[in-house]
């Protein structure tokens, strides 16, 4: 199946974005990126080489020492992934985001990323639009972190609401959200403290208003329809905590949300088992078509 991963010019998370075209690719979909303008698209930094998460990262001679940054930046799997994405023809030859028509794709995924470069791929009206298409036409659907926050805001023509208003769904909570905040903001990027929100509360706002879960939240149909790990939930240490990520050889730390063609995860720590989860959606779907 032919599946569109739409990017920002910069800032997308690697993992997300990465891990994602590998485990389709491999699968033998084809995976075709649009960008802005039908440049080549950047990932944050930061998120590969950890370099600029420390209280020294400014410190001549010691940026390179991490602690914080081998915390919070991309492991390995993620690392190697976006690697071996930067030789791919169709990264290095991406659409525009002008070109793009729904109907020459089978599917939609739409990778996060929390940096400032973002809020060109999270407000655009034209990806919006497209959005929307995907789920009026009923084709399949992945989003994850703030991917979400760019589903929530897609309306559907139908009936003027957001596309994932009657579905459920999860995306980066504010638990983790909060949680990589604080650390780069007190232990870390005391120069860039808001690094790890790409949206901060207004004047008179509640803090957590402005995040993902918050945002994606008020445009669901109800509050309970957006989804975090049940307290029940075997594993749930490794799932809720932020201190584990999900491997191709293991589930366990990852939480996912399924509602019929549309499929959402939390974080990086999410992505192999969304991805894999994703490309059983598609055979499924092919097979049903």
Not at 170 to 180: D, I
Request: one cysteine or more; aromatic letters at 10%.
């Amino acid at each position: 199946m032919r599946v569109l991963i739409p990017l920002p010019r910069c800032d997308f998370d690697p993992t997300e974005a990465a891990v994602s075209w590998q485990i389709l690719a491999q699968a033998g979909h084809d995976v075709v990126f649009a960008t802005p303008d039908g440049a080549v698209a950047h990932a944050d930094p930061v998120m590969l080489d950890g370099i600029g998460l420390d209280y020294w990262s400014r410190v001549p001679g010691l940026k390179r020492l991490k602690l914080v940054g081998l915390a919070l930046r991309a492991d390995r799997h993620g690392r190697a992934a976006y690697s071996a994405l930067l030789h791919n023809a169709a990264f290095l030859g991406p659409l525009s985001h002008a070109q793009l028509r729904g109907e020459d794709f089978d599917a939609l995924l739409l990778p996060g990323g929390h940096a400032q470069g973002m809020r060109e791929y999270l407000e655009s009206a034209m990806l919006q639009q497209v959005v929307a298409g995907f789920f009026d036409a009923g084709k399949p659907v992945a989003a994850v972190c703030h991917g979400v926050v760019l589903a929530a805001r897609s309306i559907s023509p139908r009936n003027g609401k957001s596309v994932l208003c009657g579905r459920k769904t999860t995306a980066l909570t504010w638990s983790l959200e909060r949680s990589a905040w604080r650390l780069s903001r007190y232990a870390g990027r005391w120069w860039d403290r808001d690094y790890y929100r790409t949206y901060r509360e207004q004047p008179g706002e509640p803090c957590g208003y402005r995040s993902v879960q918050a945002e994606v939240t008020r445009c669901l149909a109800r509050p309970e329809d957006f989804l975090d790990v049940p307290a029940q939930a075997p594993f749930h240490l490794r799932k809720a905590s932020g201190l584990f990520r999900d491997t191709p050889d293991d589930s366990r730390p990852a939480f996912i949300v399924r509602d019929g063609n549309y499929l959402s995860a939390r974080w990086p720590g999410d992505v192999h088992t969304f991805a894999q989860m994703f490309s059983t959606m598609l055979a499924e779907h092919a097979k049903n078509r």
